[in-house]
């Protein structure tokens, strides 16, 4: 019973949503009281109970993952699946159940730097937390930044992977540099040091309102489509639909078969957003994608709603055009 309690305890640490309270957490510092309190009033965070917050605790992978995400909204609702996902089918140590799985799957789709074999329960680092963090923000929007090099007396301690967005944790000025001049990469993060860089992380989107990324999706007429059919043999017709897009960042594909009672073959495409981050010409280009199928079917296409990615789905099936 202990144990499921710490369990039910952890998981509620920073993730349950709860209603504002004007109870203040007395345990929290001056820098510390004014961004986790507008967190604990927007439902991201909760305290260990009414009255505290415990900031000195550290904060582990599952906890940090689940505020990120919680706090910066990162969801799946770009993305369509051939099945529905589970924690599994990106990592070795995340059970599907587990409170902060769905989180997991949310951030790994999107991005987030998250290794296969996680240990969920270990502390994180502050530089894998920034990492996470500045990754997480920089799916919304390309916001202004001072260019410039923050310099650290312990430099030579953060992992070149982290460089970048280390920096860019500074220069948004979601943290703040003290007069150290000490990063401390590889030290432990704090509930508090957490919820002070995500309650800034959010004040900082709620002030570049003109530089969110909108969500620009793709023309999607289907008479954008053009299909061309080649015989192959007596049995087998290639296809092969085109589609003018916007610019060499989106992706069209064809992304499975239907065949219908009625004799036709519904051939469903996909035309994919942009990598967020990424930067294009603005030149038209052409979108190509080819398939067989029986020539007793009759093609028609068939639009996806949004990009799908594919977690070990069924092979569909083929029609070899050269059969022996």
């Known amino acids: 019973m202990k144990k499921i309690v710490t369990l039910v305890s952890t998981a509620a640490l920073l993730c349950t949503v709860s209603a504002g309270s004007v109870f203040a957490f007395s345990d929290l510092n001056a820098a510390e009281k004014e961004p986790i309190m507008m967190l604990k009033d927007k439902g991201i965070v909760t305290g260990v109970d009414s009255e505290h917050f415990a900031p000195r605790n550290t904060m582990s992978y599952a906890q940090s993952i689940s505020l990120i995400v919680k706090a910066l909204d990162i969801n799946l609702n770009a993305v369509s699946f051939v099945k529905q996902p589970q924690a599994s089918d990106f990592f070795t140590t995340i059970p599907n159940d587990a409170w902060y799985a769905e989180a997991f799957i949310n951030a790994k789709v999107n991005g987030l730097d998250i290794a296969k074999d996680v240990d969920p329960n270990a502390?994180?680092?502050?530089?894998?937390?920034?990492?996470?963090?500045?990754?997480?923000l920089e799916l919304k929007g390309t916001f202004p930044m001072v260019k410039m090099m923050v310099l650290f007396d312990d430099n030579d301690q953060i992992d070149p992977m982290y460089q970048g967005t280390l920096q860019r944790l500074y220069l948004y000025r979601i943290a703040k540099a003290d007069e150290s001049r000490m990063a401390y990469p590889k030290r432990e993060m704090t509930r508090g040091?957490?919820?002070?860089?995500?309650?800034?992380?959010?004040?900082?989107?709620?002030?570049?309102?003109?530089?969110?990324?909108?969500?620009k999706p793709a023309p999607d007429q289907q008479d954008d489509v053009k299909m061309t059919v080649e015989q192959v043999n007596a049995d087998v017709n290639k296809v092969t639909l085109t589609r003018s897009l916007p610019s060499p960042g989106y992706g069209f594909t064809i992304s499975g078969i239907r065949f219908q009672p009625d004799g036709t073959a519904v051939i469903q495409y996909q035309v994919s957003d942009p990598k967020p981050g990424m930067m294009y010409p603005q030149v038209i280009t052409e979108g190509k994608a080819e398939t067989y199928i029986s020539s007793k079917y009759k093609p028609v296409t068939e639009r996806e709603a949004a990009p799908t990615i594919a977690i070990d789905p069924p092979a569909p099936a083929a029609v070899n055009p050269n059969p022996s």
């Open 123 to 136: 502390a994180i680092t502050r530089e894998k937390y920034a990492n996470l963090l500045v990754t997480a």
């Open 193 to 215: 040091e957490a919820a002070v860089w995500v309650g800034n992380t959010v004040k900082f989107l709620e002030s570049q309102p003109d530089f969110m990324q909108p969500v």
